[in-house]
């Protein structure tokens, strides 16, 4: 009779097999997904369709992943199987393709479009965040990449979010920042206004003005706002401020006034998950 104390030790073959059965559980719950997926379409059919991006799910199933996570698997691994997951079965419920600017170089953005999207979505390359603008706003259903920060000969590149019909903001990624994401590259993702489904937690404005003014960070710092970009225009001054859902377009102009603005015009060009910190 064997007990606990006579139970031999494992050996290498018992963990394989241990590691076996799991592999075989994870294949069969994606099989299993999809085949709710292709229920979710059916439905959605029946319904009249509606948008496969749910910007707002996506950021909630993130926030739980990293809040659950232990032990001694990467998060960055964990993040982006989940990533690659919910892009693919996206991509499967409704195919799109994901537009990038590359002007500001290859690696970075090549990494961003592949860890958020993996290597099923099609990534298509333009060199600046107009084309991406452009190729969206002709698409059924695509995605665009900018970078925030798309260096001084993109311009005032947001002025193309601002027509109501004109694709708009509906993610920032990464989603998960911390200093040592592997695809770190700061990024908004635009698509056609979506109906339902969006992230309001940030509001992001295109704010028209003669020029700067020192006093305009700190008057809208206390909004909990802040500039993400700063160009010259033909307007004079473009800048693109990220304020907490329901701050409104008014007391951005307001403040910026305050400031010194004088005559300050702001139009709302989309809209994101707050920013998520993760300190090891």
């Avoid at 509606?50 to 809040?67: K, N, Y």
């Avoid at 499967?92 to 970075?108: I, K």
């Avoid at 809208?220 to 160009?231: F, H, K, T, Y």
Wanted: proline share 6%.
């Amino acid at each position: 009779m064997t007990t606990s104390r006579t139970k031999p030790p494992e050996t290498l073959a018992d963990l394989r097999v241990d590691i076996d059965r799991i592999d075989g559980e994870l294949h069969r719950s994606l099989i299993e997904r999809g085949e709710i997926i292709d229920r979710l379409i059916a439905i959605k059919a029946r319904q009249g369709g509606g948008s496969a991006f749910r910007p707002e799910r996506e950021a909630s199933m993130i926030r739980a992943i990293v809040r659950r996570h232990r032990g001694a698997l990467p998060l960055d691994t964990v993040e982006g199987i989940w990533r690659v997951i919910i892009s693919t079965f996206t991509y499967v419920q409704s195919p799109y393709s994901v537009h990038a600017d590359f002007s500001g170089g290859d690696a970075a953005m090549r990494d961003c479009a592949r860890f958020h999207f993996g290597f099923t979505t099609p990534c298509v390359v333009h060199m600046g965040p107009a084309g991406v603008i452009e190729a969206v706003a002709r698409a059924q259903g695509d995605l665009g990449l900018c970078r925030i920060d798309s260096g001084p000969a993109a311009g005032a590149w947001w002025r193309g979010l601002v027509p109501p019909d004109a694709p708009k903001i509906i993610a920032r990624l990464p989603f998960v920042e911390r200093a040592d994401h592997p695809a770190a590259l700061p990024v908004f993702v635009v698509a056609k206004p979506l109906a339902e489904a969006a992230a309001r937690d940030t509001d992001v404005f295109a704010v028209a003005t003669e020029r700067w003014r020192d006093g305009f960070p700190a008057a809208l710092a206390a909004l909990g706002a802040e500039i993400d970009g700063n160009a010259g225009d033909a307007y004079g001054l473009s800048l693109m401020v990220g304020a907490p859902g329901g701050v409104g377009k008014e007391r951005i102009v307001a403040a910026l006034d305050g400031a010194g603005a004088g005559g300050a015009r702001a139009a709302w060009i989309g809209s994101h998950a707050a920013r998520y910190s993760h300190a090891p």
